[in-house]
């Protein structure tokens, strides 16, 4: 087994789009429900990537999308646009990104839950602007109540996290962040 990289496709849509790459670039990987995060560190006008961690994830079971209403999961270049949830204990439901309740109060498994990391698309007429604006279309990572079933195609267009992964995640990864959401 090959060790995990960042994709080169990644790599060739920050030239393409002309986004400076982050410290921290988080990949989704919807075909195998998995997701990654590497730490990148610049070598003169090139930089390297080293793997953290791997995660497991649930995405649209819808599929793949980035039309508005489709409940699809967008694919491409994204960014941590808005964080919702500090400090809130794991389980927190949140509707409109504000605290409802919590799971224990009866609501739910399919909440929002624990932690919101807003995605913005960066890739103008593939999943930024008109009815293919990942922000628009509300899509986040998050925690979700059916933490069992992380690891199959569950949600409505977000990628879902576990609480025990999430929470980290959102104290490491600011607001700029780079993500990436590829097929495979």
Known sequence: MTALRLPTAFRRACARLGVTPTHHVFTVRIAEQRAALFALTAKGSRWSARLLNEFVCSTSKFGIGQVAGSNCTPLGLHRIAEKHGDGAPAGTVFKARKSIGHL??????????????????????????????????YIYIHGFGDQAGLGRPASHGCVHLSDNDLIPLYELLPVGTLVWIAAK
Not at 104 to 132: A, K, M, V, Y
Request: net charge negative.
């Open 104 to 137: 224990t109060d009866g609501l739910p498994l399919e909440s929002i839950t624990t932690r919101i990391l807003w995605l913005d698309g960066l890739d103008p007429g593939f999943n930024r602007g008109g009815e293919l604006d990942t922000f628009k279309r």
